[in-house]
């Protein structure tokens, strides 16, 4: 007997996961370098005196050229994974990405680990006496930091959560790793995409990335982590803003 027409695909599986999360990561890396390659550009047209070097290393904490890179690449990259779920219609999008409304007390009880989670890190930062530049220049060279604001607490998390505790955590754990596997690749993955920052706060961000991946399992929606990305990239911007002189 011939299986119908209309039953649903299979879902992508561990391997082509694996293999679309770095093709989207690609398109992304890939706008958002043309993005800054303009913004270079136009800084040796109007100024002859930059050499390309000394652009180029500017361009790395420019707040503007962040903004518009983040914003433009991740809208593009995140309408990408809506595309590749749906060559794949096994689910809906909301169900393959998990975007269920949660329990209220998931949404305090996850809240307050994350606000705990970042006492702890601040705590040890300064212990070490280590400051954190990046965030600060960003700020400092946003110009309108509406957009930085909406880049880096909206488009930025919508963006990798949607790929790495959405796609790809969908796609691992259906497989051998499981959702322990999943929880673990999703957040080296996740930090590893953060190289601007030195050593350790890449290994802060993977406790973050463990934490919300944690959460992303025990409460089945990806909700949850999005919300607490969201509001820690709110309060490091916040936090930046009142330190400014």
Request: glycine residues 6%.
């Amino acid at each position: 007997m011939k299986p119908s027409n209309s039953a649903p695909t299979q879902p992508w599986n561990a391997r082509e996961t694996v293999g679309l999360t770095i093709l989207v990561l690609v398109v992304f890396f890939s706008i958002s370098t043309a993005i800054a390659l303009f913004f270079v550009i136009v800084q040796l047209v109007t100024d002859p005196s930059l050499t390309p070097d000394i652009a180029l290393a500017a361009i790395e904490t420019n707040g503007l050229a962040l903004s518009l890179a983040t914003l433009i690449s991740g809208i593009v990259a995140s309408g990408l994974i809506v595309a590749l779920l749906k060559i794949r219609p096994a689910f809906t999008v909301k169900q393959y990405l998990a975007l269920r409304n949660p329990r209220w007390t998931d949404w305090l009880i996850w809240h307050g680990l994350l606000l705990a989670l970042m006492v702890l890190s601040e705590s040890v930062l300064r212990a070490l006496e280590y400051q954190e530049t990046f965030t600060a220049q960003i700020y400092q060279t946003a110009q309108f930091p509406i957009l930085l604001y909406i880049a880096i607490v909206g488009i930025a998390p919508v963006f990798e959560e949607l790929l790495f505790r959405g796609f790809l955590f969908q796609g691992l754990q259906r497989s051998r790793l499981g959702p322990a596997g999943a929880v673990l690749i999703t957040a080296v993955g996740w930090a590893i995409l953060h190289v601007q920052y030195g050593s350790l706060i890449i290994c802060q961000i993977v406790c973050f990335g463990l934490l919300f991946g944690v959460a992303r399992w025990k409460t089945q929606s990806l909700l949850v982590p999005l919300s607490m990305h969201c509001l820690n990239n709110l309060l490091a911007l916040l936090i930046t803003s009142l330190q400014q002189p």
